[in-house]
């Protein structure tokens, strides 16, 4: 959108406040907002905010940070009656320089990488969530429906929120493909059509945004933690992912095996080398891995497969325009910026040094005893965030693509997070031991 244009809808829809919007490294969507009588700051990136209270932006004394708005992220907030809009703006130094510690810089880099190697990078993900009832002003676990995979409930307030959502989505420029009930009662998933890397990373912040507030609207609460209730299925984000070549898909060669290139071999087989150690990033919290359990249909297993839905990575069945890969372990807890960064890194890292991958795993790995997949070579994710953090540690690509000033503040935040679970006492805990110990 150009400047003229922006300013054209602004008045003709009566937009009096513009909501400006960034993203700190540990994920959370901020805003600053601004009249848009003073529209002629925003637009020259004069909107100034303290840096130095977004973790890992800016210490104190060097605290002054600018807004600099992306005005194709323009769009209307439905639920604000069009009298707001938003705009997804990059942090700004006050040298000019964009910050290298945000998260939306993070992932610009690896695009600009992916463009020096001819590649247009594509993704598209499948998030879950829940939506409980509220306790007053409280979340609660209380299920609003009793559902599972696919049903088609009557009128439910959770399937009216879902409604809602779609409706407010496609409002704001989405492309919704589909929408259903998921596998456990109250859980929920919408997949939007895939864009660009980063265009789809900016969508992921601006759809939990929606789910939340049009949960609350209704007197409901949704979640996008993986894992809120022990025995059912948890929630993920599935993302598929491709490369597009003079605007074909760099995945797809109709000669090669399962009509996939040497591209994607080389892809995959980055991405499996670095999958174990990117998990930090893509399962960043405590309660990421207990999701990430046997069972549960839990993407453990570091296999790639064709269609089968027990490895780490699957490759759908549609080939031409939309071959691509679905990678499986990440949860919406993560910050789609970081997380979409290092995924893209693997792969490219793949084709830099053309890595070649093992065999498909096209069976049930699931059923596989521990020394079936010793035999096949396959690996696990870790099994909690501390182990990840320190699998993390020993992977250089992972530091060069967050940057080590990023990637030092973003392992002390994760680590102060384990160490107050550590200490914590759980409700598990009370159970199990105050009357027999």
Not at 112 to 133: L, T, V
Not at 175 to 181: I, K, L, P, R, T
Not at 295 to 313: K, M, Y
Not at 383 to 403: F, H, P, Q, W, Y
């Amino acid at each position: 959108m150009k400047e003229e244009d922006l300013l054209k809808v602004i008045k003709e829809k009566n937009v009096k406040i513009l909501r400006l919007q960034f993203t700190d490294l540990d994920g959370t969507l901020k805003q600053v907002s601004v009249p848009t009588s003073d529209i002629k700051r925003v637009l020259d990136g004069k909107v100034m905010f303290d840096g130095s209270s977004v973790e890992g932006f800016a210490r104190i004394q060097e605290s002054d940070m600018y807004l600099r708005p992306d005005l194709s992220t323009f769009t209307l907030i439905p639920w604000e009656d069009s009298k707001s809009a938003r705009i997804i703006c990059d942090v700004m130094e006050p040298d000019g320089k964009e910050c290298e510690e945000s998260p939306r810089y993070i992932l610009k880099k690896i695009v600009s990488q992916a463009r020096q190697m001819g590649f247009e990078a594509q993704a598209g993900p499948e998030p879950e969530f829940f939506i409980f009832e509220a306790d007053g002003d409280n979340p609660s676990e209380a299920f609003v429906d009793s559902g599972s995979y696919f049903d088609m409930l009557p009128l439910s307030r959770s399937e009216l929120v879902r409604r809602e959502v779609v409706q407010d989505l496609e409002e704001m420029g989405f492309q919704v493909e589909a929408d259903h009930h998921e596998v456990s009662p109250s859980q929920h998933e919408i997949d939007f059509r895939y864009a660009d890397i980063l265009t789809t990373a900016d969508r992921v912040q601006t759809f939990k945004l929606v789910v939340k507030t049009v949960a609350l609207k209704n007197g409901l609460r949704a979640t996008f933690m993986p894992k809120p209730v022990e025995g059912i299925n948890g929630s993920g984000m599935h993302v598929h992912i491709s490369l597009f070549k003079d605007g074909q898909n760099a995945f797809y060669d109709p000669n090669g095996e399962y009509e996939l290139s040497d591209v994607f071999m080389h892809f995959v087989a980055g991405l499996m080398e670095h999958s174990r150690y990117i998990t930090a990033i893509t399962n960043p919290t405590v309660n990421s891995y207990k999701r990430l359990v046997p069972g549960f249909e839990a993407p453990v297993n570091v296999a790639w497969a064709v269609s089968n839905r027990s490895a780490l990575i699957r490759i759908p069945q549609a080939r031409g325009e939309r071959t691509r890969l679905e990678y499986r372990s990440p949860d919406s807890s993560c910050n789609a910026y970081l997380a979409f960064a290092v995924i893209l890194a693997s792969g490219l890292d793949g084709l830099k040094r053309n890595l070649t991958p093992p065999k498909p795993i096209n069976k049930n790995i699931f059923k596989m005893s521990d020394s079936e997949k010793r035999g096949n070579k396959i690996k696990s994710l870790p099994s909690n965030l501390m182990e990840a953090l320190e699998l993390a540690k020993k992977d250089r690509l992972i530091v060069e693509t967050l940057g080590q000033k990023a990637f030092d503040i973003f392992v002390r935040m994760k680590e102060t997070e384990w160490k107050r679970f550590s200490t914590a006492v759980t409700n598990w805990e009370i159970k199990e031991y105050f009357e027999n110990v």
